[in-house]
Nanobody, 120 residues
Framework: QVQLVESGGGLVQAGGSLRLSCAAS????????MGWFRQAPGKEREFVAA????????TYADSVKGRFTISRDNAKNTVYLQMNSLKPEDTAVYYC?????????????WGQGTQVTVSS
């Protein structure tokens, strides 16, 4: 079992920045790929970014490329999402997730989410 707790959300003006953190506990953090997802009101949850177990490879949704950066610190059991140049359309609840192996994210572990609101 892996427990994930997100923090760092809040209200920010368009063009501003936030850094989300996701602290993991339970099993060996470095065994898991980590991802960030988001869900806006009335919309389906969507992929934002992911990082492999050692931080050596990252992937991003096209909508956030060049603005968001995912990173991890295995010594601190934490994954981060640095969000710059925020836009009102980035407003959503942001979730972190953990999965081992090539399985679907839906089969992994999920946090409770943190709200990000970007005002225009």
């Amino acid at each position: 079992q892996v427990q994930l707790v997100e923090s760092g959300g809040g209200l920010v003006q368009a063009g501003g920045s936030l850094r989300l953190s996701c602290a993991a506990s339970g099993r060996t953090f470095s065994n898991y790929a980590m991802g960030w997802f988001r869900q806006a009101p009335g919309k389906e949850r969507e992929f934002v970014a992911a990082v492999i177990w050692n931080g050596g490879s990252t992937t991003y949704a096209d909508s956030v490329k060049g603005r968001f950066t995912i990173s991890r610190d295995n010594a601190k059991n934490t994954v981060y999402l640095q969000m710059n140049s925020l836009k009102p359309e980035d407003t959503a609840v942001y979730y972190c997730a953990a999965k081992s192996g090539p399985g679907r994210w839906e089969g992994g572990y999920w946090g409770q989410g943190t709200q990000v609101t970007v005002s225009s």
